[in-house]
C-alpha cells in the first residue's frame, strides 16, 4: 500500500469550499481532508499528521527519501513549503496530435515575418534533405493582410519539393508552387464543397488554402506522417501538458487512422488521460456513424482507464479570421458574406440526433453566432427526439454568441467550453478580427461570465497548438481580459471577467464534468475521500497574484492518480 500525506501549503477544495491544510492519498485515492481527518486515518494523535516521517522534496531529482529515526517508511509526507495544492487542470479542447507533431517539422510558430518563416523553411530543408514533403505548423496568419500569403515566398526557400504550412488557426494552409502542382491545383480548379483557393488577380491560386474542402486537396496527395512519428507526437503531447499540471484532455479532431494509433500508444502504455472526438464530416456522414460505433468498441475493448472514445466532434462553421465563421448578419468587409454553414439545411439536427440516439457525446464547434444557434438548434432537436438523460453536449469556443440565446445553454444543459486566452485585444484581434465584426459586435465576444451567471456550465479548453496549452496563461486572461502587457488597463469588455475560483473550477472541476469523471470508480477533477488523485501543485497561491504573475507561475509538481507524474525545479 502506497500512502502519500501532503501538508505545508494551502489544499484548494474548490471555489465553493474552505481551503485545507493536509491530504492524505492511499494507493491513488483520497483518503482524508484536513489534518484532523489525515491524523485519525494515520492513527496519530492531534497535531501535525506524519510529524517525524519521512519528507519527500517534489522539487529535485535526488531527493533524500530515506527513513529518519522514528520514522514509518511506507509513509510518504510531502511538504508544500508554502505552496497550493488543487485538483489537476483538465483541457476539454485540444488538438494533442497536431501539437505533437508540430516538433517534426520546421519551427515557424515563433517568428515574427514572412522573412524569417521563409528563412526557417529553408533552414530545415537544408537540414533534411532527404524529407520528401516539408510540413509544418503553426505561422501567424495575421502577420500578411487578410491572411493571404503568396506560394512565390515559399518557391524563394524550397522549389524542387512541395511544402506546406498549417496557419495557427488549423483551419488554413501555405503551400509553394510545387505542393500546388502535386494537387493539381490550377486557375481552372474550382472552389471546392467547404473550401476555398484564393487567387490572384489572372486566377492562378496564390497559395493559401481555406478550410477542409480546399485543404484535402492538399491531403489528398501528401504522404501521411509515419506511425512513428505520431506516437512520438502522443509522447510529446502528454510530456507538454504533464509539465503544465493538466491531466485529461479532449482530442477534439480524431479521424479513424488517429484511433489506431492511440490504441497502439495505449497498449505502450498511455501517461495522461485521453478522450477522442471521433470526427464527423458531412461530406461522409452516411458512412461514418457505424465506423464511430466499431471504433467506440475497439477502445472500450482495449480497457485502457486512461483512453476513452465516447464523443463525436461536429463542425458547424469554420473561423472569424477568414470570413468562414458563420453570422447571423454580414461580415463588415464582405456585405453579402455571412460565413461558412458547414451542415446546410437541418442535417446537423440530423446527425446529432442520430449520434446522440447512438449514445455519444455531442461536441461542436461554434464560432459564429448564426453557428452556436444552429448548434443550440441542433442539441434541442436531439432532445426532444431521443428523451431525458445525461448527456453533457459541448459547444466549443461559442465566440460570439447572439443575447438571445445565452440562457439556451443552461436551459439545454449545454457546456460552453471556450479558450479564455482568446478574450485579449492582441494583435490577432486587432488586426483579423475586429475589422472583420466590427467594433460593436466584436465587444459581444467571448461572454463567459454571462454565461455563468445565467446558470450555464463553463469549462476551459486551450484549442491547443492553436493557442499555449498552459492553463496559467488562461486564467491570467480570464481574470483580467488584459494583454501580456496590461492593455487596456481595465480589461477588455470587463464585465465578461471571471472571478479566479470560478476560473480554477473552469479548468478543473468543469472540465471534469464535461468528461464524466463522476462516473469512474474513483472521480478525478475534485478534492474529496473517494477521488482519484490527480493533483497540481502551484509554487505560490494564485489568489495572491497579479494577472502577469499568475502568467509565469511555476507547476511545481503533477500527480495523476497519486504518482508523480511531473516534477518541475523551482
Known sequence: MTTTLFTGGTIWCGADREPSDAL?????????????DC???????????????????????????????GA??????????????????????AHPMFGGLEAEGPQVRACASVEEIVAEVARFAAAHPETEWIVGASYDGSLVEGGLFDAHWLDAAVSDRPVVLRAWDYHTVWCNTRALEAAGVTADTPDPELGEIPRRADGTPLGTLREWGAVDLIDAVRPPQSEAERLRSIDRAARYYLERGVTWVQDAWVEPGDVDTYLTAAGNGLDIRLNLAL???????????????????????A?????????VKFF????????????????CSSL?????????????????????????????????????????????????ANGPRDRRPVIAHAQLVDSGDLRRFAELGVIANMQPLWAQLDALMTVLTVPRLGEERADRQYRMRTILDSGGRLAFGSDWPVSSGNPLEGLAIATSRRTADGQPVGGWTPEEIVD???????????????????????????????????????DDDPRTLTPAQLASLPVRATYLRGSLAAACDR
Open 24 to 36: 492524505l492519498v492511499v494507493d491513488g485515492v483520497i483518503a482524508a481532508v484536513g489534518a484532523t
Open 39 to 69: 491524523a485519525a486515518q494515520l492513527g496519530e494523535g492531534p497535531g501535525d499528521p506524519g510529524a517525524g516521517r519521512d519528507t519527500v522534496d517534489v522539487d529535485t531529482d535526488d531527493a533524500d527519501t530515506t527513513a529518519k529515526p
Open 72 to 93: 514509518t517508511p511506507d509513509v510518504e509526507r510531502v511538504d508544500l513549503a508554502g505552496g497550493f495544492l488543487m485538483p489537476s487542470f483538465g483541457d476539454g479542447h
Open 279 to 301: 470526427y464527423a464530416d458531412p461530406r461522409h456522414f452516411a458512412d461514418q456513424l457505424p465506423m464511430m460505433i466499431e471504433s467506440r468498441e475497439r477502445v472500450r475493448a
Open 303 to 311: 480497457a485502457s482507464p486512461m483512453l476513452t472514445a465516447e464523443t
Open 316 to 331: 458547424a462553421d469554420g473561423v472569424v479570421e477568414n470570413e468562414t465563421g458563420a453570422l447571423l448578419e454580414p461580415y
Open 336 to 384: 453579402h458574406n455571412h460565413g461558412l454553414r458547414v451542415w446546410e439545411g437541418d442535417s446537423l439536427a440530423e446527425a446529432v440526433t442520430a449520434v446522440d440516439a447512438a449514445g455519444f457525446q455531442i461536441h461542436i464547434h461554434a464560432i459564429g453566432d448564426a453557428a452556436v444557434r444552429q448548434a443550440l438548434d441542433a442539441i434541442e432537436s436531439a432532445i426532444a
Open 500 to 538: 479566479l475560483g470560478r476560473a480554477l473550477d473552469a479548468y478543473s472541476a468543469s472540465v471534469a464534468h464535461q468528461a464524466f469523471a463522476d462516473s469512474a470508480t474513483a472521480p478525478w477533477g475534485e478534492i474529496r475521500p473517494g477521488a482519484s488523485a490527480d493533483l497540481v501543485i502551484l
